[in-house]
Structure formats: C-alpha cells, structure tokens
C-alpha cells in the first residue's frame, strides 16, 4: 500500500492565500455586483517593463529559426545573465559575488523551499513571528517540525518574536540555532534592517556556524541609500548566508516567472562525519538533477532588465508602487490608523483598529468596503491584531480603496 508524506497532515487547513482567495470569491458569489479591489497578495499588476517585452519577442523570434533556436539551456542560467546579475546587483555594491555563484531559477518561493534538500534534519530553525509562511510550511513539509500548538505554532521552530517595539527586526536568539530566515525589507511587515543589524546577524552565524537564508526579494523598494540591499554588503557574510532574489516584484515577473539565488562558494556546513562541505557543490548538483533552468525566452527578458531603458523602466514601476504604499499609509494615518512600513517596501502592515481581530477586521473590509488584505495572524501567532495593505495595484484602485477604508473609519470614529 502506498503512504503518504505524513507532515502533511500538519500543516494548517491552507496556505494563507489560497484560504484568503476562498473566503473572497465565496463573498463575490453571494455578492455579484461587488466592486472588489484586492490589496491582499503581493502580486504586481502593471504591465511588463517594454525593455523586457521587446527582448522576449526577439528571443522568440530566435527560438522559430533552426540557426538561432535553443534547447535546454544551462540549469544554472545563462552566463550573459549571471555575468549581469553579478556585475550590477553584487559587484556595484561592493559585494564579492561572481556569476558563477548565481543560480537563476523560476521563482525565490520555490528556492527558498528547494533549498532545504541540501541541509540535514536535525538544524534549529528560526523563523520571524510574523513571517512569510513559506518558510515554515516548507520546513513542516520536510518533517523539520513537530505539530502546530492552538497558536499555530510549531514544535521545534525557534519563533523570533518582531514587533514595534523592537522595530519589526528579530533580536538575536540567546539559544544556539543553524538555519536562520531572514527576510529585508520585510514581508510582511514593510520594515527594513540597517547595517548594523544585519552584522549583528552575521556575526551570530559565524560565531555559531549557523547559515542565514537572506530573503531580498523587496531590495529594489529601498530608497534610503543608507540601507543594505544584499547580505552581502555585510562583513563576513560569504561564510554564512544564501541570498533569495527575484525579478518579480521589481519587473512584474510574477507571472513570467525568473528569480535566482545566490550562494558563495565559500560557504560550508557539516557532514555527518563532521568534515566541512561546500554548499555550493550541493545546490549545484540539486539544481542539475532536479531543475532544467529557466526558459531562454524569460532570461533575455530578465537580462533586459539591466538595459539602459530596463533600469529606468523598472525604477519607474517600483515608484509607482512606492507611491501607492504612500497614499495608503497618509491615508489611513489621518483615519486614525496606526501603520508601519511602506517607506522601503511595498507592504504596509497595520494595526487593526478597535482591539479587532485580524480575521474579524479583514472580514470588515471585505463586507464593509469590498476591499481585501492579508490577516497578520495569517503570518503567525505575533501578526494578529494587524494586518497587511499591499501597495501592488493601480492608482486608481489603490484611490479607491483608501476613500472606502476612510469613510468608513471616520464615520466610525464620529459615531464613538
Ligand atoms: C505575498 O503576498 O506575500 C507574496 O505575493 C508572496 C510571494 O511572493 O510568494
């Protein structure tokens, strides 16, 4: 009789966003003539830089000609994207990265759960509270958990408990754990992570050969100059991190799908005899066994991105989303809400106001103004009482949303 992968049963009924998209279109059914605007999952709505569009139709054009057609392509990418990736995302920053340690994939949610065949399962594991729950279900996937108490909470996870007293940044643990995530700017909260904070970190790992996985998937919404893009930027952290980025979120690629990884060739862990392993060989050998690479057609649109016209077309788009998160935060602000975030990231994350519950303010918004968000609780137990804007829509939407949220908070106010 065949068995099934027991952790399974673990995990909570769904992920979060598929449990948000149910709860919307139940609500659409009943209510047809609901004018509904989502600001709940990150998703981009603007329309692909032309920088990258025209080279995708010019790679397409390759591929329908015998001379210039490609098959499979290298499962680590394409040089000529790595060698861009390197040379302005790492190497114009300062950072000691080579092409050759950029793996370009489909999408930093799949590497960051991909990742964890290469480490054992017997690593401490600390995650945020709230954090993006792909890091835990991955984790409970690959049976690195026990089960989830009445807070949602899993056994054998160390929770880093962020909140505005600590400005949304994890603390140092003062026990011992080996795979740390770390996710800047912050989803969910829209909270960034200076340079000291980040040595801080890196300092920790090294002195306790723990590995850092450094989520920066949100790097292109910071505009402070003084904050950190990469891990590294930071001392030391070729000896300690692996960097998750991605293409989706500052060139609207969620849809056509290009991401990539980084991981130094310095960066070792132990085996079961205790001898030092290069991770890079590992995940080199993962990905060319399990993985094909990306379509060539996506990595001319992806190398794109680093033309003249792309840098300035995506620089374009991430102000336009940087604006919304603008108008929503001063919106909600002169409501009366308490928010944070939205200056360096495209997630505001809010108080829910009145003592509400995340679910019970979500379900308000959505009966009440048509509009969704993302439940805090829904990040873990540290995230209830608030709530998640996203500032990835249209103007025109965004506008919208924020006069119904508005109204509706200030007729409330008036009636207290
Ligand atoms: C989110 O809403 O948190 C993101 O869309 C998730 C993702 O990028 O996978």
Same mark, same amino acid.
């Given at each position: 009789m065949a068995t099934i992968n027991d952790n399974y049963l673990k995990l909570k009924a769904g992920y979060l966003f598929p449990e948000i998209a149910r709860r919307v279109n139940a609500f659409a059914q009943a209510n047809p003539d609901a004018n509904i605007i989502r600001l709940g999952i990150g998703d981009v709505t603007e329309p692909l830089p032309e920088a990258c569009r025209t080279a995708m139709i010019k790679a397409v054009e390759e591929m329908g000609d015998r001379t210039t057609f490609r098959g499979y392509g290298p499962e680590q990418g394409y040089a000529w994207l790595r060698e861009k990736i390197a040379a302005h995302d790492f190497q114009a920053r300062g950072?000691?990265?080579?092409?050759?340690e950029i793996f370009v994939s489909d999408g930093s949610k799949c590497d960051c759960g991909n990742i964890l065949d290469i480490f054992g399962d017997t690593n401490t594991i600390a995650v945020t509270d709230p954090v993006y729950p792909v890091y835990v279900d991955t984790n409970v996937m690959a049976g690195h958990t026990g089960e989830a108490n009445e807070r949602g909470e899993y056994a054998g996870l160390v929770y880093l408990p962020i909140s505005a007293d600590n400005h949304f940044t994890a603390q140092i643990p003062s026990e011992k754990v080996d795979l740390i995530y770390l996710c800047f700017p912050n989803n969910p909260t829209g909270a960034t992570a200076t340079k000291e904070h980040l040595q801080a970190w890196v300092d920790y790992a090294r002195a306790n050969g723990s590995i850092i996985f450094f989520d920066?998937?949100?790097?292109?919404?910071?505009?402070?100059?003084?904050?950190?893009?990469?891990?590294?930027?930071?001392? @030391?952290?070729r000896d300690c991190a692996i960097e998750f980025r991605s293409f989706s979120k500052n060139a609207g690629f969620t849809g056509t799908r290009c991401a990539f990884t980084v991981v130094p060739k310095t960066l070792t862990a132990k085996a079961a005899d205790g001898s030092d392993v290069e991770l890079w060989a590992l995940w080199n050998r993962r990905q060319s066994t399990k993985f094909n690479g990306v379509s060539y057609i996506v990595q001319r649109g992806a190398e794109a991105v680093y033309s003249e016209a792309g840098q300035a077309q995506i620089k374009a788009l991430v102000a336009f989303y940087l604006e919304n998160a603008r108008i929503i935060r001063e919106q909600l602000t002169a409501a009366g809400i308490a928010v944070y975030g939205?200056?360096?990231?495209p997630y505001v994350w809010v108080k829910t106001p009145d003592g509400l519950s995340s679910w019970d303010f979500f379900d308000k918004l959505l009966h009440t103004c048509n509009v969704v968000g993302t439940p805090g609780s829904g990040f873990g137990a540290? @995230?209830?009482?608030y709530f998640r804007i996203s500032a990835f829509n249209s103007r025109e939407n965004v506008e919208e949303a924020m006069r119904r949220i508005t109204e509706t908070f200030n007729a409330h106010s008036a009636l207290n």
């Open positions: 950072c000691d990265i080579s092409a050759d920066a998937a949100y790097e292109a919404f910071i505009t402070d100059p003084s904050l950190p893009h990469s891990i590294f930027e930071i001392e @030391g952290a939205g200056v360096n990231a540290a @995230g209830e009482g």
